[in-house]
Every structure is written in C-alpha cells, then in structure tokens.
C-alpha cells in the first residue's frame, strides 16, 4: 500500500525552538507539498517541492522553510517556533502533473 | 483569478438519507480537474474523484456519485443511503493547466450523519 509518512502525530515544542516535520514517501513522487489545516481557514500551501532541491512558496511561506535532499523525504522547519503556529500540518505528494494528491495522517504541532 | 466555493459549512442528516454536497469553481482555464477528498475525524485526507474538465460524465462509485456541470461551474457529491462511517469533513478542489501541480482549495463541508 502506498504511503505518505510523518514522522510524528503530535508534537508539543517550545517558543523560540528550531522545529523539525519529516515526510517520507514510498511512491516515487515528483511532487511534495507542506500544508496547515486551521478552523475556518482551510488548507493552506506553506510551500511545495517539484524535484530534488526545488522549492517553491506557497501562500503562507513565512516563519517557515524546507528542505528536500532526497525525492522521498521532505522536511519542514521552523527555525523559531511561535504561538502562531500551532496547527494541525499535512505533508502530500503526487506523482507529477495533475495527479491528485496522497496525504499523510499529519502533524498536530503545539507551540507553548 | 482561481477559486473554489463550497457555501455548506456544516450539514447534518439522519442515516439513510440522501445528502448533496456543493462545489461551485471559477477559473478562466478551458483545461482544468477537479476532486474531491474527505477528511474523517482521524485527520488523514483520503482521495475521492479526479475529473477533467473535457469529461462531463456523470460519475458513480457505490453510493457516492458526482455531477459535473461546467454550464454552472458545479461539480456536486452526492451520498445516497448515507451511513454513520460518512462523517467527516469534505473539501472540493480545483487544479488548472496552467499550474498543474497545485490545488485550490474549498474551505470544506462538515457533514454529520447521525444514527
């Protein structure tokens, strides 16, 4: 079965702390992506990974950034944890192109 | 500009009863794909439907089927016979030719089924 995997369902951190999100897939992926899921606003992009070392910002980018060394595995950082970013965080992959989507069972990040 | 509108915010309905959820999009693209996922309350997005924008077949899996009508740029789900397991939240997206490795997103369709 096909799968994306985050490294942790609930993580509670610090004001001020580095935080780091992994997301590994199995599916040979093109794509990569990092939401926050809050109430009332939805999904929204912090910022998504067409291949290797590509990046590009989503629409919430700030307060955050990625890395992805290896086309399975993306990681999402936030280099100085604040209150604001308690959230539920879903990584996603897609093969390529318009492909829908396979999301992993997400993060829920408590900042204190 | 791209959107997706999904006017329901919550609904609630008794088992077995028919349910309709809405989607209305805009884009300006003639090349575009719409889907549809459900979020149940363990929080895990599971996909549904993909349909392109040069197929307005109408589309049925079980008891859920889907009606595309680009003359009102609607895609609606429909659950028929619904069951207490149809619980969860249900987001509408859009993605376009254009920038096809993105998808916009409907704020999402709470939907209650209660016993």
């Given at each position: 079965d096909v799968k994306v995997t985050q490294s942790s369902r609930y993580l509670v951190k610090r004001t001020g702390e580095k935080v780091f999100l992994e997301c590994v897939q199995d599916?040979?992926?093109e794509n990569m992506f990092w939401y926050r899921q809050d109430p009332g606003l939805g999904l929204r992009l912090i910022y998504f990974s067409y291949d290797v070392k590509m990046k590009e910002k989503g629409d919430i980018p700030e307060g955050y950034s990625v890395s992805r060394e290896k086309k399975e595995r993306f990681s999402l950082i936030l280099e100085s944890a604040s209150t604001n970013q308690t959230s539920m965080y879903l990584c996603a992959s897609s093969l390529r192109g318009t492909y829908g989507y396979t999301f992993g069972s997400g993060t829920r990040l408590t900042v204190v | 500009a791209q959107k997706v509108t999904q006017a329901q915010t919550e609904i609630s309905v008794v088992e077995k009863e028919d349910v309709t959820l809405d989607c209305v999009y805009e884009t300006r693209d003639t090349t575009y794909y719409l889907f549809w996922y459900k979020q149940p309350p363990s929080g895990e997005l599971v996909f549904l439907i993909r349909r392109n924008s040069f197929d307005e077949q109408n589309e049925i899996s079980g008891r859920y089927s889907w009606n595309f009508q680009k003359s009102t740029s609607s895609f609606n789900f429909t659950i028929t016979?619904?069951?207490?397991?149809?619980?969860a939240v249900y987001f509408c997206a859009l993605m376009w030719a254009g920038n096809n490795r993105k998808l916009i997103w409907g704020l999402g369709t709470s939907l209650a089924v209660n016993p």
């Open positions: 599916m040979d992926h | 016979a619904s069951q207490v397991v149809d619980s």
